[in-house]
């Protein structure tokens, strides 16, 4: 009984190292320890993958429209600024500042400013009318 135990153990483990011996390339050179790459030369890019040949897919969203020049300057009469409110309550005017050219100037409630109307005039604020568009300018 111990005798056949023991030459099945033999047994198994002659199969696991010739297992082992299949694996191993007994005539190719023997294996050189990895070397770090220098730091003076570019490592060499490695093929990806499959399981991460999804990163290398073309991108399901396409990229978001560049955002606007940020140095673009607004043409005179479009872009405007409160910078004061005199009066009384049911005669006020406001002072605004064409940001093209910096020109200041007054209005009353129904005069143009620009290609908008200056529709009223509230405590800190007015509003501008240009056909079904509002614009509020503040006073910061």
Request: proline share 14%; with cysteine.
């Amino acid at each position: 009984m111990r005798l056949a135990l023991f030459l099945l153990t033999l047994a198994a483990l002659l199969v696991l190292a010739s297992l082992k011996l299949d694996r191993l390339d007994i005539g190719a050179a023997p294996a050189q320890p990895p070397t770090a790459p220098s730091p003076r030369t570019p490592a060499q890019p490695r093929a990806p993958s499959p399981s991460l040949a999804a990163l290398s897919a073309p991108p399901m969203f396409r990229p978001a429209a560049p955002p606007p020049p940020i140095n673009a300057q607004p043409q005179p009469g479009q872009a405007f600024a409160l910078v004061g409110l005199a009066g009384a309550p049911e005669a006020r005017i406001a002072f605004l500042r064409d940001q093209a050219d910096q020109r200041t100037f007054s209005a009353r409630p129904g005069d143009a400013v620009g290609a908008w109307t200056l529709d009223q005039i509230e405590a800190r604020c007015v509003v501008l009318r240009q056909a079904r568009q509002r614009q509020n300018l503040c006073l910061s």
